[in-house]
């Protein structure tokens, strides 16, 4: 008797504590956790989870749902962060897909948004080796075809209000001026503008792309139907 109900103890203890390998949305079951959790000793941060546990598997999104804001797709997960292939896409033709592995991108970040225009970008272990963009704002249409060489250094040509501005290794004559580009050790391109050997103006983007932003960005939209937090960005 002791025998069967050990039996049942265990049987019960595995279905409870059983994870789906892929969850649809919209789930109860599922939540964004910004802050700091423990699970099994172990302290995460800014994790997915399902049930109160760190979620590793895929989550589904369809158009139909309110809650995923018209976009359908699929979503992979490990340890409640982005691991793997996603691709999501809306009925507007919008889409975004891409690669992670080891909290890196990697390979082809794609992304194209109907009101601000198309960026692809491809990674090596978590590094941009080439840019390739199509942006619009109020005023003007921006255009990108960057390469990074090893030092950091940008090659390639940029379009905007008319004009075409010729970067090689890193640098390029603007009006007189020396505009240069390069991508700093935080993955970020920085932009200065020297007059002769005077550096007389320095941009530095807030942050740089990658997992933990994109996580920051759209898990509290897509799991918990928070509004999105653009001052991580802007």
Not at 22 to 36: D, Q, S, T
Not at 64 to 73: A, M
Not at 93 to 119: C, H, P, Q, R
Request: with cysteine; glycine share 8%; hydrophobic share 35%.
């Amino acid at each position: 008797m002791k025998r069967y109900l050990l039996m049942l103890t265990l049987i019960l203890g595995l279905v409870i504590s059983c994870m789906p390998k892929e969850v649809a949305l919209p789930n109860k079951n599922l939540k964004y956790e910004k802050g700091e959790i423990t699970h099994k000793g172990k302290v995460y941060k800014g994790v997915v989870t399902y049930k109160g546990q760190p979620y590793t598997g895929k989550i589904a999104t369809s158009a139909k749902e309110k809650l995923t804001s018209g976009w359908s797709g699929f979503i992979n997960l490990k340890d409640g962060h982005l691991d793997g292939m996603t691709e999501v896409k809306n009925t507007k033709g919008e889409y975004t897909k891409f690669n992670v592995i080891n909290s890196k991108f990697d390979g082809e970040y794609a992304a194209k948004m109907n009101k601000t225009g198309n960026v692809t970008i491809f990674f090596k272990d978590g590094r941009p080796e080439s840019t390739k963009i199509e942006m619009k704002t109020l005023t003007t249409a921006i255009k990108q075809d960057f390469t990074i060489d090893a030092d950091g250094k940008i090659n390639g040509e940029m379009t905007a209000y008319g004009s075409t501005i010729i970067f090689k290794d890193g640098a390029a004559e603007v009006n007189g001026m020396t505009m240069k580009l390069y991508l700093n050790d935080k993955n970020k391109i920085i932009t200065e503008i020297y007059q002769g050997d005077k550096l007389i103006q320095k941009d530095e983007p807030k942050t740089s792309l990658v997992p933990e932003l994109l996580e920051k960005l759209i898990f509290p939209t897509m799991i918990n139907g928070e509004k999105m937090d653009m001052s991580l960005v802007i």
